[in-house]
């Protein structure tokens, strides 16, 4: 089984726009959406591009804030402070990686944590892990969703996380706990991850090297998830091979096509969510 994310988000955000607008009827506004971006990343540029699109998409209240690459960290900062004040706001995202001379986690500790829509506060981060209501980071929560479409019930399955990043790796771990997995998390100094990747029911990959897992790593059967987008001289690819992997996978995310889309979807909900909870 090839784990169509395009398709997924596609639905997802059908549901969304609908959402909305109930939303809209119920209190006479919808939830509002802004993104800052400090700098010319040309990476960054095109995720922004594309996260106001589908937020336009959905019908959401959508803003890009432009900074040039030598903005003064207090000025994004006071920034922040005057977005979390803002009643039309519901959701903040700061878009990293930023310019070196500014502070990361001073900014994330800065955004109000009802309106971190990437889920990386400290205060969701805690509450997540600890099993309570947070805002979930979008990517290992698209990655959540596509592994359900495979398997409703996850009890007792054996996943490997390959990579232990803030952003993917620990989070994503976190959700696998709460699905009751027995959960082994890898990373770059793991001694033996082929022995790791093969005792594993469910693989998600991310990392950052290109079709890094292979064929004779996987059982067969497993489901494999790869959250990896790695520029190569063929194109796009990611941290599993597709070719080998695919063919003794039960199912398998395709790179493109796979968690990339469910990741701006999941944006998008975690914005309804937090306008939800402003609302209550
Ligand atoms: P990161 O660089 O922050 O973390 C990489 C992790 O991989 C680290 O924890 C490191 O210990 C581990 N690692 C490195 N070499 C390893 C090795 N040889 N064996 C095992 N583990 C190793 O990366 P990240 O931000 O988590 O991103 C990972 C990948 O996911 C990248 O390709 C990135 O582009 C991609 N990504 C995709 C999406 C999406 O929407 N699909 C979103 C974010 C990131």
Redesign the pocket.
């Known amino acids: 089984m090839i784990i169509d994310g395009k398709k997924t988000a596609e639905d997802l955000r059908k549901d969304l726009k609908r959402k909305i607008s109930e939303l809209k009827s119920t209190y006479n506004a919808v939830p509002g959406l802004s993104v800052i971006l400090v700098g010319e990343d040309p990476a960054s540029k095109i995720y922004v591009k594309n996260k106001a699109k589908f937020a336009k998409e959905v019908g959401l209240n959508s803003e890009v804030i432009r900074y040039p690459a030598n903005l003064e960290e207090k000025v994004l900062l006071n920034k922040i402070k005057d977005l979390n004040k803002n009643t039309k706001v519901s959701g903040i995202l700061v878009q990293l990686p930023l310019p070196s001379h500014i502070d990361k986690k001073k900014v994330i500790d800065t955004i109000d944590h009802a309106k971190d829509v990437d889920g990386f506060h400290p205060m969701n981060v805690g509450n997540l892990s600890s099993g309570y209501k947070s805002n979930i980071p ?2 290992p929560l ?1 990655c959540s969703i596509l592994l359900k479409k495979v398997e409703k019930n996850l009890n007792g399955k054996h996943a490997v996380v ?8 620990k989070p994503m771990t976190q959700l696998l706990l709460k699905e009751n997995c027995t959960v082994t998390i ?5 001694k033996d ?1 082929k022995a790791e990747c093969l005792r594993a029911d469910i693989i998600i990959a ?4 290109p079709k ?1 897992v292979k064929g004779d790593w996987v059982k067969k059967g497993a489901i494999v998830i790869d ?4 520029k190569t001289e063929s194109g796009i690819v ?2 599993v091979d597709f070719d080998e992997v695919s063919k003794v996978a039960k199912a398998i995310t395709p ?1 493109p096509g ?3 889309p ?2 701006i979807a999941c944006l998008l909900q975690n914005t309804i969510n937090c306008f939800k909870r402003s609302n209550i």
């Open positions: 979008c990517t698209g390959i990579g232990r990043s803030n952003l993917n790796g890898t990373h770059s100094k793991t991850l991310a990392v950052g090297i890094l959250v990896g987008i790695n990611g941290d790179v796979g968690v990339g469910m990741t």
